[in-house]
Each structure stands twice: as structure tokens, then as C-alpha cells.
């Protein structure tokens, strides 16, 4: 399987921060790799595909990049709607494997 | 505007067979280009994909739980199921269903479920 490594797993920022989430894969998985934010008691929700690609409806202050085994998204203003907890997953090879999350938190 | 809701029981013993069903409103299963997924939560973990089916029944499973799980879809029905075997106290978690797009590059699960808890207790 695929392993994805989220690093931190943990952020303190404050409202207006620029925050950075990197997502690491065991092997290339070209540009097959999402990402999703999940508050407490809810579905996650889809934010980007394809690395760099921003789903409808998701507020452009949220941007993805990398490919292959290096990715990163990043919140360039964090707004209090965006403390949550944000999962990468790959879509490269069965099985899909998503990274063990980073919960952003108000400083 | 596309939405999934998951059915089922709450509570199960071990060893029993937990079957979850996922309704489809706002759309139609049968869309082609999509894939119609399961996916779980521990307490307090992360997310394990369980697999996925097609309209034409065709599936795939995580290795990890392959010879314990069935999907199956109704398209009459517009819902898909999930079976899961033999369970124990590992397989509480919050389970999602959601519907899966592999076109391209175009890959993601999108729109997901609200979630089910299952609690495995005897």
C-alpha cells in the first residue's frame, strides 16, 4: 500500500495566518492526490483533486501543489471556518490510502 | 444537488454480519464516469477506504478487509450496500459512504454521506 505522511499533525495558527500542510507519498503517484477538511461530527468535504485543482464552491485562499511524492496545501488567509482537521488521500493505486490528518487549531 | 444517507444498525455483536445501505437522491447511481464508495472512521482515527463498485457491479476492496466485504449495488433502487463479516470490536467506527469520480485526472470522493456509527459490543 501507498503510505502518506502528513506532517505536522498538529498547528497552533491564528486567524489571518498563512498555514502550510505537507503530505508526503511512499512511492509516485503522479498529480492523484486529494484533499479534504473534516470538522468535528461531520463528512469530510472535498476541497482539491489533482494536486493543484480547486473543487467548486471552495474559497480561493485555499491552493494545493507537488507532484509524484511531494505535496502541499495551503490556507493563505486562515478564517475561523477553516479550524478544522485536513486529510490528503491518493488515487493513484488500489488500495486508496489517505494521511493520518493535521488538526489546525486557534491559537 | 446530489445527496447520500446511510442506513443501519447502531449496535452489533461480534461476529456478526453488518450490512450498511447508502441511498442516492438528487441523481442518478447509473451515471456513468462514477463509482460509488465505503468509507470508515475510528474513534478518534483517521480514514480507511473500504472499496468501491461501478453501476456495472464491478469492485474493488481494500486488501486489508477483502475477504470480509461485499458491495453490491440496486440500481432500481438507487442505493448501494456494504456486508462486512465477522466482526469485532476493531470494526466500530463511523462509516461513510460517498461517490467516487475516476475520469482523467479528475479523481475524488465527492459528496460524502452524514456518517453512520457502528459500535461492535457484545
Known amino acids: 500500500d501507498i503510505q502518506l505522511t502528513q506532517s505536522p499533525s498538529f498547528l497552533s495558527a491564528s486567524v489571518g495566518d498563512r498555514v502550510t500542510i505537507t503530505c508526503r507519498a511512499s512511492?509516485?503517484?503522479?498529480?492523484?492526490l486529494a484533499w479534504y477538511q473534516q470538522k468535528p461530527g461531520k463528512a469530510p468535504k472535498l476541497l482539491i483533486y489533482?494536486?493543484?485543482t480547486l473543487q467548486n464552491g471552495v474559497p480561493s485562499r485555499f491552493s494545493g501543489s507537488g507532484s509524484e511524492t511531494e505535496f502541499t496545501l495551503t490556507i493563505s488567509s486562515l478564517q475561523p471556518e477553516d479550524f478544522a482537521t485536513y486529510y490528503c488521500?491518493?488515487?493513484?493505486?488500489?488500495?486508496?490510502?489517505f494521511g493520518g490528518g493535521t488538526k489546525v487549531e486557534i491559537k | 444537488q446530489l445527496q447520500l444517507q446511510e442506513s443501519g444498525p447502531g449496535l452489533m455483536k461480534p461476529s456478526e454480519t453488518l450490512s450498511l445501505t447508502c441511498t442516492v437522491s438528487?441523481?442518478?447511481?447509473?451515471?456513468?464516469?462514477?463509482?460509488w464508495g465505503w468509507i470508515r472512521q475510528s474513534p478518534g482515527k483517521g480514514l480507511e477506504w473500504i472499496g468501491i463498485?461501478?453501476?456495472?457491479?464491478?469492485?474493488y476492496y481494500n486488501p486489508s478487509l477483502k475477504s470480509r466485504v461485499t458491495i453490491s449495488v440496486d440500481t432500481s433502487r438507487n442505493e448501494f450496500s456494504l456486508k462486512v463479516s465477522s466482526v469485532t470490536a476493531a470494526d466500530t467506527a463511523v462509516y461513510y459512504c460517498a461517490r467516487h469520480r475516476s475520469s482523467g485526472s479528475s479523481r475524488w470522493f465527492d459528496p460524502w454521506g452524514q456518517g453512520i456509527l457502528v459500535t461492535v459490543s457484545s
Open positions: 438528487g441523481g442518478s447511481i447509473s451515471s456513468s464516469s462514477y463509482y
Open positions: 463498485i461501478y453501476q456495472s457491479g464491478s469492485t
Open positions: 512511492q509516485g503517484i503522479s498529480s492523484y
Open positions: 488521500q491518493q488515487l493513484d493505486t488500489y488500495p486508496f490510502t
Open positions: 489533482a494536486a493543484s
